[in-house]
């Protein structure tokens, strides 16, 4: 299996999910920069967090148009897998691969620490490596996580099983308190219509090895390698 991790002016985040990359792969993925045109041949492509063009304007916006997104673009029409991780998850839905939008944390605070998240299905690519209902501890850093769209779109996300991951409590329940940033029907995640491309807020990479103290990331990428080895 290979993997591109693009990296764009300002990224913090992509490093570490290089490391969790080759962690599960065996090999390191290939570091592609944003100004660069094309892609090299490659089974996965991640867009990691981080803080693109230090979220001038809007968070992702910029990023969103980097030379290298219109071959990511192209690349995710037919059919190559895009995982948006934080800051790659805004990116994803300023490109329009992704649904809705990121807004500014209910509280108007930029938020670090540890969240629970519920996986709302493992029939896809990216979450195969967990049960569905499992929920996971893995760390937010975001000051615009706070997911927004209309109330029709929604509705076609939930009868589309489009929502990967919604935040919840350590026994895996919903409420207010255990959502962070506001976000509508507790979203943490969601897919495109075919489930070829995902973005989420939380940081799989961060805990994805005992000595970052957790694991409940790891899943996502040796289920990744699983899947697309």
């Known amino acids: 299996m290979k993997a591109a991790v693009i990296v764009f002016p300002g990224s913090n985040c992509d490093r570490d999910v290089g490391v969790s990359l080759a962690q599960s792969m065996g090999t390191a993925p290939d570091m592609v920069w944003h ?31 980097s030379p290298v997104m219109r071959e990511i673009v192209d690349r995710a029409g037919k059919g190559v897998p895009v995982l948006g991780i934080c800051n790659g998850f805004q990116v994803l839905t300023e490109a329009g691969l992704l649904p809705g939008a990121l807004m500014r944390n209910a509280g108007l605070k930029f938020v670090c620490k540890d969240v629970h998240i519920r996986v709302e299905t493992s029939q896809t690519l990216f979450t195969s490596g967990y049960e569905s209902g499992q929920a996971l501890r893995l760390p937010i850093a975001h000051h615009e996580g706070n997911y927004v769209t209309d109330d029709a779109t929604l509705d076609r996300l939930e009868e589309g099983g ?26 943490a995640g969601v897919f495109n219509e075919t489930k070829t491309v995902m973005g989420l807020m939380p940081h799989p990479e ?20 699983e899947a697309l080895g």
């Open 162 to 187: 489009q929502i990967a991951f919604r935040y919840c409590t350590a026994e895996g329940e919903f409420c207010d308190d255990a959502n962070p940033n506001g976000s509508q029907r507790h979203i």
């Open 35 to 65: 100004g660069d045109g094309t892609l090299p041949e490659t089974d996965l492509i991640v867009i990691p967090g981080g803080f693109a063009y230090g979220d001038y304007l809007r968070a992702g916006a910029m990023a969103a148009h």
């Open 206 to 225: 961060r805990l994805a090895d005992p000595m970052l103290g957790g694991t409940d990331g790891r899943g996502m990428f040796d289920g990744l390698v």
